[in-house]
């Protein structure tokens, strides 16, 4: 069973910065994309970054040019460097994953972790 796993979140004061990370278990396939969400109360989840495994990646217009996002496809890790942080950076952050195989299109979905940045 494949499973996400999220780290890196916390409390910072705007400006300052983060790295997430997020691990895959449960599969030795490397992902077609592994990607970043975030979620803040009463909003929809929005996409953040993605990378797919042919080397594109691709940013909410809100966060182009203070975040990165990069995949170590070995380890099926995917990473969320945060700069310049802004309070409305602020919210849960997933990881998510896609798989496209012979049975079709597998999305997964990690836990959460907490981002907080305050004035």
């Known amino acids: 069973q494949v499973q996400l796993v999220e780290s890196g979140g916390g409390a910072v004061q705007a400006g300052g910065s983060l790295r997430l990370s997020c691990t895959a278990s449960?599969?030795?396939?490397?992902?077609?994309?592994m990607n970043w969400y975030r979620q803040t109360p009463g909003k929809q989840r929005e996409m953040v970054a993605t990378?797919?495994?042919?080397?594109?990646?691709n940013y909410a217009d809100s966060v182009k040019g203070r975040f990165a996002i990069s995949r170590e496809h070995a380890q099926n890790t995917v990473y969320l460097q945060m700069n310049s942080l802004k309070p409305e950076d602020a919210g849960v952050y997933y990881c998510?994953?896609?798989?496209?195989?012979?049975?079709?299109?597998?999305?997964?979905w990690g836990q959460g972790t907490q981002v907080t940045v305050s004035e």
């Open positions: 990378a797919t495994s042919g080397g594109s990646l």
């Open positions: 998510n994953a896609v798989l496209i195989g012979g049975r079709g299109k597998n999305t997964y």
């Open positions: 449960g599969t030795i396939s490397v992902f077609n994309a």
